[in-house]
């Protein structure tokens, strides 16, 4: 007993678990007392006993485990913390207490077990019972299965799952042990009560006996469904509910509820297991499918029938399978294949379910033209496949197939389609059967009820009675107005008899109803409120209901009652006297008709009086109106009876009810007046109001087809002026545009002018509503008429519809307004409906989509581009695109990720060209698009994204939550899926107001979102989670809880918690006019900043646009002198002095260190520089690379762990940086590495510190001209970037200054990248900081800075409008308004597909930032950045040219102030206003105006004194290009791509200096293959700036002439010189000489050019442009060009016939060269084109054409072609797929046949065409081509000296040439004339080539010498003139260069020499190019001596230097303020 004692005295909890079991019994009894005793549930006691709880239960002693067994039962039910124990204690329990032979123990067991449900652990404890049941040991297993059971018993289904139990069932059965047998049927019986028949199918297998004695039991039992008689904790109200019932006795009334509740939620199913088939197909059942014996593809199909009848069906790709099936339906002639492969079909579909929706729209449209077959087994097989997959997927997915067949020829095929929607409806509800799906239906019912086939119209009726049944009467009736009352009859009697049927297929036998009826919810977006959401969906009254509180809310509230009256039955003419004779007074019946006019207006006038004092529901209207129309009648000749009659109609049509019926009666007869000048007017008031009764689009159909019919000009006129007024007052909602559009095509090609105006007039109004889709209607017109229809549009541009006040109040428009309104909620896309749609089935070939699965990557690429090239032809297209959705599917996983890309912008505009049908392809093409957002590579995911939104776009979110799709997604364990899809469910989801309850499937998987390893998945599902919650309440999804582990439950709980406070409300339904407006009202806050953000903008332009030309002239200079002096030297030296006083450099210089560095880097022997924080291997790294170049003592300074030396080190950097600014630069790579380091730090005084040394660092960088390369920038600027994402405004601010600087040494569009990947961020002032960087780069530098297209920048900018942060939002509107400013309404263009309120915030802040430019005039600047180039500060502030007198002083002095400014970082917004002010002034003006005073203070004491020391006139950079070339060779390609860039900009000088730098290159030889490559993107650079000139700068008055005039000269000059390098020219790909001979020809043909002054010599220069063109590109890229650009100068009807002229005029020339280049020439390239030309326009559509040139031009080209090859060019005709497409081939046969036949002849001499023969003769051919040419030009006034020219150099190359047979002919004048001629260009050449250095280069053929045509007339003595000459050409060169600044001196100077163009002359002749380049460099050397002399001062030429004036501006402004004071 001793051992007793010393046990006694342990603590309770020791002795639990002591080794005498005696002392665990008594430490058992003991805890038993305390568990009893302890009250609170969160008592720490508790806790101790956490981890002895298992060992109760599993102890060792019998007897002690009694006890234990006790203590933990009460341990579960009191302890708060005993749910942790779950697991153990149950597995304990199932291990150690099941097997006890003890029935005590086993039920203490089983307590423990069910108490632990009780606790809310049922899932846990279920999963270790279901373990259990696998145990060896017999006894456990029966232990587990009656534990199951009881807990089943007792808690009910709700609480434990019943799949995984059915699931085990048969299993169980089939054991050896009895006792599990029997067991297991107990089991059975308890589940079959709470789940009834859906146990049966898992059950269907097992033994025949055991199945026929669970029948037997399954009988026994009651009907009433059981009820759960114990409760979890969480369920108390529920528990006390049942006690008082039980008390009370009223069991029945839970007994309901229960049923309702717990029964209908098995679903049979779900209870299944998968079963995988595909797998199990034959082997050979492809093949098999295919054969010719009918036998073997009966085999195949009977081997799929076996596998489709597992009722369900693992998820897999089918597609193979389905169509296989799919062509067994359709062509197999064998009807018991067709009823087997039928089979088959439902069988997958039942299998499947909502998974085989994808293939849905695939075999409905095959099974309908089935129903062809008339056998009867046929014909049910194919109604039950029909059936089965229809419940897959949606009414909505399949009307368009069924409605392409309802008026099939074959009556089967309609009856069928007939009754299967009759079938259908009896599955819908009146949410999933909206009216704008049930209307065309009704549509084709009506026409088929008049079917000659009675089984057609029986079907016919059956379909509308139950479609009756479903919505109910008030729903269909509309339709059903033009049935008589036998037919409807008909139809209620049909609805009647479906009632019966379908209530007892909805309630018992159909068990698949349920899936059905969960869809309602998805289709209530497209209804107008959202409430009635949780109203039972049995209801079929409910929806109907909703109409009325939108009415009463719109205001419109008017009875229903109406919309029955508007059709009733016609009354004979007795009926309506009887009726008028009740309510009119006889007199006025008898004197109706009276001879006496008079008498019929007294009669009309009692008419009158009567009608206003009837009560609306006595008026008998058609009564009336009848009366009305009685003799006379609407032939009434007195026009005041008329005027009261048609006043009359308009009062009956007001005040009574008006029918349809009553308007035709009338209509007519109102139409006939409407062109009456008298009654007109009348006419007009009485349609009108006839369009309030009977709704404005059924009125305005009859009434304009009534016009029409009568021949009136001018009733048609005023019927359609009518319409145009009623449609602004009534609103546009309704109206069927496709029946006007014949009628107004009919008005516009009229003869009388009124009607056609009228039309014009039309619309223009439905423009108003419609927008640009409304012009695809009229493409076909001519092209005056098109012009003045374009016209007409244009004026309303800008305009909004005014707002409807007619027809709302009546009901009759009810219909149309709730389609109006879903169609809003769609997107508005009812105008995209009425668009013509193209269908390209036909075209979607086999060989294209075989070509698109082709194993060879590349010729899926080819199937791809011809599918892209036919969808972007038909522009609309039909949803019917046959097999490509599935073969689209797979390119959407191809191993290529290019293909992969292309197959997403595919899609894109699939989704744009097919419009709001592209919801049937959502299932198969849609949701594997979000698959590919799980890929890699972040553009695949951000393409795929896109896709994904311009998709949705189209068909609203509905369809793609529907059903598991979304879900199984989500279950990816793919992050970057994960992560995409639920920031894209975060964005989308508060936009909606109602979702598919389907999105509950997501919930389990974004719980495990939550939980994911990878952080950003886990943050965009919190982000997603208020989202989810707001749709599907914090109660369902805190339920869906339950089934989370314990520790992850209580996570997600508290994550559900937050979501909740945070969780967004549901967008409002109703008032659309309203909130459309509203989104634009919060970001209000932000225009007060906006102006001073973008003052400092246009502060930031003025610096670097000057230095724009970034490039480094030292390297080869200082750079290598200090290697040389310091390399070996330096080093020892700071090392012997480092420890001592640290003097000394801190950075050596080591030859080629940095070199080496990025070679180590590349080839990644050092790690890359890229992180997200930053390593130790990285700082180890970087320390290691800094030690040989950077002082010892320094580098412990950089790297020690104190921050104050790092403050310290940057301190001793910052005194350091100017004197060692080549070591700083050969180090750089590894000083911007360190300081991304620094920005990781937390310390705000190192960054600082930081952040001002890079502002020194890259100011230095700047001066030096050095260019950052790739691998600094991207180790770099992304670290940068995230910077200015900081808290702190000053950080902020700096960052900010340090980007605007790196763009003077690093390209924009380069920085422009690395921006947009900032905006990526999470954090939101990153983003918005961002973003308004974005826009200052556009506003500065143009469009070409957005990369890689301004398109896809914008669009990923557009995203951040709908960020949540406001910041980020306003950000975002602002670049987009930035872009706005710069490139006008082609913004919306470029920003893409936006959410309808981005949307219109966006176009709020437009709109406002419009209204501000007047009221802000230093914002103007900014405002358009292209209009103020930042080098002419007058131009930049007036908005003007600058005038003349401006000098030039004060733009250096403004430039110099702005860049010292920027390295003040003077950045300060508050200073930016002050500056401008200062600059504004026009002084001149100032001095004389003594009375303004307000702007003085800020003017004179700012910063003047500051502009007086280093008054530093920038270098003009432009020839420092070429050392920038030599030295840095690895940046040339960027340098040109960023000098390319600056071409195109909106900015005139801007674009000059990047075309002087371009031609500087162009000009030397050696340099000028640095632009090989780049030719394309120059020529788009060129030619967009032409076309901006032609469209923006020409139409500019503010802008002056001679700037333009001189930007085209430059671009002319260029291409000359570009062209004049054959290797160059070569390279413009067809694609560019296309657009750039489009954009020459358009400049020649500008009347504006003209009225330039020299505009003449301009278009000269263009026209020898273009023969260079000609001659020197590839000729067959140029003759491609020129063909195309024939086929749409030809198409466009608004094109110029002078365009087309001049296009022919190249093509003849080209054709005239033929022979020589024929040999060049891609033969089967050109033949294409020709192919397509034919194609386009066929022999009679060119002969139809106003002139026959073009026709003649082909001919003549093919023609020369044959003449050249011969029968061989019929062998180039491999590119052409299908060459009876035109007729080309056969006209190639027609003339080689004719030229062989006549092949021993001679061609004739006047044709301008070689013949093959040998050389001599064939150059004859030509030389007379060539003179003829010439002579030609002679004769012409204009040509004449060119002429003369070019006779001169051809007399020079063929000096044996003879002219005589041309002579001949002419007369004596024209002979001497040319003689003399030819002598002055002699004694001139002469006298140049004593002049020049060498001898000039006359390019061969054509090249005109335009040189010397300006204004000076040629004459002997014309060398006096080459000084003028050159020295004008040197004065323009010098200006370009910079080195002109003295504008009155220049203007002095052009006053006293002739005016001449400045680059047109240039290339011309080569020696003035050398002898111009020797003057330059001649005055280059001696600027710079001028320089070392005198620093900082005008080169001699100069008149004056900055310092007198700077003096003189000092003086006048003294002078000013003394006035002033």
């Known amino acids: 007993m001793g051992d007793d004692s010393e046990w006694m005295k342990l603590p309770i909890d020791q002795r639990c678990e002591h080794k005498v079991w005696k002392a665990r019994l008594n430490g058992y009894e003991e805890a038993l007392k305390l568990f009893q005793r302890i009250e609170d549930e969160k008592s720490p006691e508790w806790s101790k006993y956490l981890g002895l709880i298992k060992k109760f239960v599993t102890d060792s002693n019998a007897v002690a485990q009694l006890k234990g067994l006790e203590a933990a039962v009460a341990y579960v039910e009191n302890a708060h913390v005993a749910g942790k124990t779950t697991g153990d204690v149950v597995s304990g329990v199932v291990s150690k207490v099941f097997n006890q032979p003890k029935a005590r123990a086993k039920e203490l067991g089983m307590d423990i077990c069910l108490m632990y449900i009780e606790i809310e652990k049922a899932d846990m404890v279920q999963e270790e019972l279901v373990k259990g049941l696998d145990n060896k040991n017999p006894k456990i297993v029966v232990a587990c299965i009656e534990t199951i059971r009881k807990a089943l018993c007792e808690f009910g289904s709700k609480i434990v799952t019943l799949k995984p139990i059915v699931k085990i069932l048969p299993k169980l059965f089939e054991s050896r042990e009895k006792a599990i047998r029997d067991e297991a049927k107990l089991l059975a019986v308890e589940t079959y009560k709470w789940i009834r028949d859906a146990i049966r199918p898992p059950l269907q297998n097992i033994n025949s006996v055991q199945l026929k004695e669970l029948e037997e039991e399954w009988v026994k039992l009651p009907a009433t469904a059981p009820k759960q008689t114990r409760f979890l904790r969480s369920q108390q109200d529920l528990k006390a509910k049942f006690e008082m019932q039980q008390a009370a006795g009223g069991d029945d009334v839970d007994g309901d509820d229960d049923d309702e509740g717990c029964a209908p939620q098995v679903d049979p199913y779900e209870l299944l297991e998968a079963v995988e088939v595909l797998s199990k197909l034959p082997k050979d059942f492809y093949e098999k499918i295919e054969a010719k014996k009918w036998q073997e593809r009966k085999e195949a199909l009977e081997a799929v029938e076996a596998l489709a009848k597992n009722p369900k069906l693992e998820n897999g790709d089918y597609g193979d399978l389905v169509r296989a099936l799919k062509k067994v339906i359709g062509k197999d002639a064998n009807v018991m294949l067709v009823t087997l492969a039928a089979k088959c079909l439902a069988g997958l579909a039942a299998g499947l379910r909502k998974k085989f929706g994808t293939y849905a729209g695939h075999v409905v449209p095959t099974i309908l033209e089935k129903f062809k077959e008339k056998k009867p087994q046929v014909v049910q097989a194919l109604q039950e496949a029909i059936d089965a997959v229809f419940l897959t997927t949606t009414l909505q997915n399949l009307s368009e197939d069924i409605l392409a067949v309802m008026d099939n020829k074959n009556p089967s095929i309609k009856q069928q389609a007939s009754l299967f929607l009759a079938r259908s409806f009896c599955h819908c509800t009146p949410s999933s059967l909206p009216k704008s799906l049930l209307k065309p239906f009704c549509a084709a019912f009506l026409k088929q009820v008049n079917d000659s086939a009675p089984e057609v119209r029986d079907a016919a009726f059956e379909a509308l009675g139950t479609a009756m049944k479903v919505l109910g009467e008030k729903a269909v009736n509309p339709f059903l107005t033009d049935l008589d009352k036998l037919k409807l009859d008909k139809i ?88 008028s004779a009740a309510v009119l007074p006889a007199s006025c019946m008898q004197l109706l008709d009276s001879a006496n006019w008079k008498e019929r207006l007294a009669s009309m006038e009692e008419f009158q009086k009567a009608v206003e004092q009837m009560d609306k529901n006595e008026m008998p209207c058609q009564a009336l109106v009848r009366m009305l129309a009685k003799k006379p009648g609407w032939k009434e000749t007195n026009f005041q009876v008329m005027q009261m009659k048609l006043h009359i109609v308009g009062l009956i049509a007001q005040k009574g009810t008006f029918s349809k019926t009553s308007a035709f009666t009338v209509l007519d007869g109102l139409v006939d007046k409407v062109g009456d000048i008298k009654c007109g007017g009348k006419a007009k008031e009485a349609l009108t109001a006839i369009g309030e009764a009977c709704s404005l689009p059924w009125t305005a159909e009859q009434v304009v087809s009534m016009a029409f019919a009568q021949k009136n000009p001018k009733n048609q006129a005023e019927a359609l002026n009518w319409l145009a007024n009623a449609m602004k007052e009534f609103g546009f909602a309704g109206i069927n545009v496709k029946a006007f559009i014949s009628n107004v095509k009919t008005a516009l090609a009229a003869t009388n002018p009124a009607v056609r105006t009228a039309a014009i007039a039309l619309l223009g109004v439905m423009y108003l509503y419609m927008g640009a889709p409304l012009r695809m209607f009229f493409e076909d017109e001519k092209p005056a008429l098109l012009a003045q229809i374009d016209a007409e549009f244009e004026k309303m541009q800008g305009q909004s519809p005014p707002a409807p006040f007619r027809g709302n109040s009546k009901k ?27 269908d390209i089935s036909d075209k979607i070939t086999s060989e294209m989509v075989s070509k698109i699965g082709d194993k060879n990557w590349k010729t899926r690429k080819e199937g791809l581009e011809e599918l892209a090239a036919v969808i972007s032809e038909a522009k609309f297209i039909q949803p019917n695109v046959g097999e490509l959705p599935m073969a689209l599917k797979g390119r959407l996983n191809d191993s290529n990720k290019i293909l992969v890309l292309q197959t997403l912008t595919i899609l894109q505009q699939i989704a744009t060209a097919m419009g709001p049908a592209l919801k049937q392809h959502v299932k198969n093409l849609g949701i594997p698009v979000i698959t590919v957002l799980g890929d890699s590579k972040s553009n695949v995911r951000a393409a795929a994204l896109t896709t994904l939104n311009a998709w949705v776009e189209q068909t609203g979110m509905k369809e793609w939550l529907e059903g598991e799709d979304l879900s199984e997604e989500l279950k990816k364990e793919n992050p970057f899926l994960r992560q995409e899809v639920l920031a894209w469910l975060a964005e989308k989801l508060p936009t909606l107001r109602s979702v598919s309850s389907d999105l509950m499937i997501c919930v389990p998987n974004l719980y495990a979102c939550l939980e994911d390893r990878n952080g950003d998945v886990r943050k965009k599902a919190q982000d997603a989670l208020p989202t989810f919650m707001m749709h599907l309440g914090y109660e369902k999804m805190l339920k869906a809880t339950g089934k989370l582990k314990p520790a992850s439950k209580d996570q997600v709980v508290s994550m559900l918690e937050k979501a909740r406070a945070v969780m967004p409300a549901k967008p409002a339904a109703p008032a659309k006019a309203a909130s459309s407006k509203t989104p634009a009202c919060p970001p209000a806050a932000k225009p007060l900043s906006a102006p001073s953000k973008s003052q400092s903008v246009s502060e930031d332009s003025g610096v670097f646009e000057p230095k724009s030309d970034t490039k480094k002239t030292k390297p080869g200079g200082t750079a290598a002198k200090g290697k040389v002096l310091g390399g070996k030297k330096a080093p020892a030296k700071t090392s012997a002095k480092d420890e001592d006083d640290k003097s000394g450099p801190i950075f050596s210089i080591i030859p080629n260190g940095k070199e080496q560095r990025i070679k180590e880097e590349k080839g990644l022997k050092v790690l890359k520089w890229n992180f997200m924080t930053p390593r130790d291997e990285y700082v180890e790294q970087l320390k290691n690379q800094m030690s040989t170049c950077v002082a010892r003592w320094l580098q412990d300074e950089l790297f020690h762990f104190d921050f104050q030396r790092h403050v310290k080190a940057i301190g001793a950097m910052i005194e350091h940086l100017e004197e060692e600014r080549d070591a700083t630069i050969s180090c750089l790579d590894l000083i911007l590495k360190w300081f991304t380091l620094r920005f990781f730090d937390t310390n705000t005084s190192v960054l600082m510190k930081a952040l001002e040394y890079l502002k020194l660092l890259f100011s230095m960088l700047s001066r030096e001209n050095y260019h950052l390369n790739e691998f600094e920038a991207s180790s770099f600027i992304p670290y940068l970037i995230v910077k200015v994402g900081e808290s702190k405004d000053v950080v902020r601010k700096d960052v900010r200054a340090i980007l605007t600087m790196l763009c003077k040494v690093y390209p924009a569009s380069k920085v422009f990248t690395f921006l947009m990947d900032g905006t990526k961020s999470k954090n939101s002032k990153q983003r918005a900081e961002c973003l308004e960087e974005l826009g200052c780069l556009i506003e500065s530098y143009g469009m070409n800075v957005c990369q890689p297209t301004p398109a896809k920048s914008l669009k990923e900018i557009a995203v951040h409008i709908g960020d949540r942060d406001t910041s980020v939002r306003n950000a975002a509107l602002n670049t987009v308004v930035t872009v706005y400013n710069v490139c006008g309404d082609q913004v919306f263009k470029l920003i893409g597909n936006l959410s309808e309120k981005d949307m219109s915030m966006l176009e709020e802040r437009i709109k406002r930032s419009a209204k501000k430019t007047p009221a802000a005039p230093a914002r103007q600047p900014e405002e358009r950045v292209q209009r103020a180039p930042p080098g002419n500060p007058n131009a930049s502030m007036t908005r003007k040219p600058a005038p003349d007198e401006a000098p030039n002083k004060l733009k250096i002095m403004y430039r110099t102030y702005r860049i010292q400014a920027r390295a003040q970082n003077a950045l300060a917004e508050q200073s930016s206003p002050a500056i401008t002010k200062e600059f504004q002034l026009d002084l001149d003006m100032i001095e004389n105006d003594h009375t303004r005073v307000s702007e003085l203070p800020d003017l004179v004491q700012h910063k003047l004194d500051e502009l007086l020391e280093p008054v530093m006139i920038p270098e003009p950079k432009i020839r420092a290009v070429s050392p920038h070339f030599d030295d840095l060779r690895n940046s040339t390609a960027s340098t040109i791509n960023f000098v390319i860039s600056q071409v195109a900009s909106g900015d005139i000088n801007t674009s000059i200096q990047a075309l002087a730098q371009i031609d500087e290159v162009l000009r030397q030889k050696d340099k000028a293959e640095a632009m090989s490559g780049h030719i394309d993107q120059f020529l788009i650079a060129t030619f967009m700036q032409l076309r901006l000139i032609y469209n923006t700068h020409m139409a500019d008055d503010r802008l002056d002439k001679k700037e333009i005039f001189k930007l085209y000269s430059c671009i002319i000059g260029n291409m000359l010189s570009l062209f004049s390098m054959e290797s160059l020219a070569r390279e413009a790909s067809m694609g560019v000489l296309k657009d750039l001979m489009h954009g020459l020809i358009t400049l020649m043909l500008d009347a504006r050019v003209e009225d330039i002054e020299d505009g003449q010599q301009l278009i000269r220069s263009v026209n020898l442009l273009v023969v260079r063109v000609l001659e020197k590109s590839d000729q067959t890229n140029i003759l491609s060009a020129l063909l195309v650009l024939l086929q749409d100068s030809l198409i466009s009807a608004a094109g110029s016939p002078k365009f087309s002229e001049l296009v022919m005029k190249c093509l003849w020339r080209m054709i005239r060269f033929l022979p020589e280049t024929i040999g060049s020439i891609n033969l089967d390239r050109i033949l294409l084109d020709v192919h397509n030309f034919m194609k386009v326009f066929p022999k009679e559509k060119l002969k139809q054409l106003k002139s026959d040139v073009p026709h003649r031009t082909l001919k003549t080209l093919l023609h020369t072609l044959c003449r050249l090859t011969g029968a061989k060019i019929l062998d180039h005709l491999s590119m052409i797929e299908n060459k009876n497409e035109s007729e080309l081939e056969s006209h190639l046969r027609r003339v080689v046949k004719h030229s062989s036949s006549l092949s021993g002849f001679k061609s004739d001499r006047g044709t301008e065409k070689g013949t093959i023969r040998p050389d001599e003769k064939m150059s004859k051919a030509k030389v007379s081509d060539i003179l003829s040419e010439i002579f030609k030009k002679i004769g012409s006034k204009e040509n004449t000296k060119e002429g003369l020219t070019e006779l001169y150099e051809y007399k020079q190359r063929y000096s044996d040439a003879d002219l005589e047979p041309f002579l001949r002919n002419t007369s004596q004048f024209f002979q001497s004339y040319v003689e003399r001629g030819l002598r002055i260009i002699e004694s001139e050449r002469e006298g140049k080539s004593r002049s020049q250095t060498s001898n000039p280069v006359i390019p061969p053929r054509g090249t005109d010498n335009v040189s010397d045509s300006s204004s000076v007339s040629l004459n002997s003595n014309g060398e006096e003139l080459k000084p003028a000459v050159y020295y004008e050409r040197l004065k323009i060169l010098r200006q370009r260069h910079g080195l002109e600044n003295n504008t009155k001196q220049q203007q002095q100077e052009e006053d006293d020499r002739p005016p001449l163009t400045s680059l047109l002359s240039k290339p011309s002749v080569a020696s003035s190019t050398d002898m111009l380049h020797s003057k330059l460099s001649h005055l280059k050397e001696s600027r710079e001596q001028y320089h070392q002399e005198q620093s900082h001062s005008h080169s001699p030429s100069r008149s004056s230097t900055p310092a007198t004036n700077l003096d003189d501006l000092k003086k006048r402004l003294e002078r000013i303020k003394s006035n002033r004071q």
């Open 492 to 579: 209620k009697e049909c609805a009647d008899k479906i009632e019966l049927a379908s209530g007892k297929k909805g309630g018992g036998a159909e068990k698949e109803k349920p899936a059905p009826k969960a869809q309602p919810p998805p289709e209530a977006p497209t209804k107008p409120s959202a409430p009635p959401k949780k109203a039972s969906v049995a209801k079929p009254a409910g929806p109907p209901k909703k109409g009325k509180p939108v009415a009463a809310v719109n205001g419109k509230g008017k009875k229903a009652v109406e919309s029955k009256d508007m059709v009733e039955a016609e009354l004979s003419a007795e009926v309506c006297e009887e009726m």
């Open 812 to 838: 009759g428009i009810e219909d149309d307004r709730e389609e109006a309104e879903e169609q809003d909620d769609e997107g508005g896309q009812d105008v995209m409906d009425l668009l013509p749609r193209t």
